[in-house]
């Protein structure tokens, strides 16, 4: 019989928003669809997208995830504050208690500025605009 830990992945990563709890359907979904977008970019590592509103879709991804040895958590969040550091982690306290990795927040990598300024400036000059004479303001 061949050896299938080999062919096991290493790690599971779920990316956490906020989400609606108003509209939990359409940001999980949407959450659902980064992920799958990321994963379509690190084909070696499983990758879920969830949201803390919709109810049980946290726990559904942590329990999706405990296939592999370890589980990442990218909290695609702007910043840290109560969800990140408090309710998030809470949650995933009752959920298992197995060793989570938890990432810097979306909003406080330092690539996510640079980013920004090429996406703004690409659309710019997609627009017919010099960057060097617009003024952006992002909110």
Same mark, same amino acid.
């Given at each position: ?9 290493? $790690? ?6 906020? !989400?609606?709890?108003?509209? =939990? ?9 980064? $992920?799958?977008?990321? /994963? &379509?970019? #690190?084909?070696?590592? =499983?990758? +879920?997208? @969830? ?8 726990? &559904?991804?942590?329990? #999706?995830?405990? &296939?592999?040895?370890? %589980?990442?958590?990218?909290? *695609? *969040?702007?910043?840290? !504050? ?9 949650? +995933? ?6 060793? +989570?990795?938890?990432?810097?927040? *979306? !909003? ?7 980013? #920004?300024?090429?996406? /703004?400036?690409?659309?710019? %000059? /997609? ?6 004479? /617009? @003024?952006?303001?992002?909110?």
């Amino acid at each position: 019989m061949p050896d299938t830990s080999a062919m096991r992945p290493a $790690a599971t990563a779920i990316i956490v928003a906020h !989400g609606s709890p108003s509209d =939990p359907d359409t940001l999980e979904a949407r959450a659902r669809e980064v $992920a799958s977008r990321v /994963a &379509a970019l #690190c084909p070696e590592m =499983p990758v +879920i997208g @969830t949201t803390l509103a919709k109810m049980g879709a946290l726990e &559904a991804a942590l329990e #999706c995830a405990s &296939a592999t040895p370890r %589980i990442i958590v990218y909290p *695609f *969040f702007m910043s840290s !504050g109560w969800f990140v550091e408090k309710e998030l982690r809470r949650r +995933i306290a009752q959920s298992t208690s197995r060793q +989570i990795d938890y990432m810097e927040p *979306f !909003g406080l990598d330092p690539l996510v500025p640079p980013l #920004c300024v090429k996406l /703004a400036r690409d659309a710019l %000059i /997609a627009e017919g605009w010099a960057p060097e004479t /617009a @003024t952006v303001v992002l909110a």
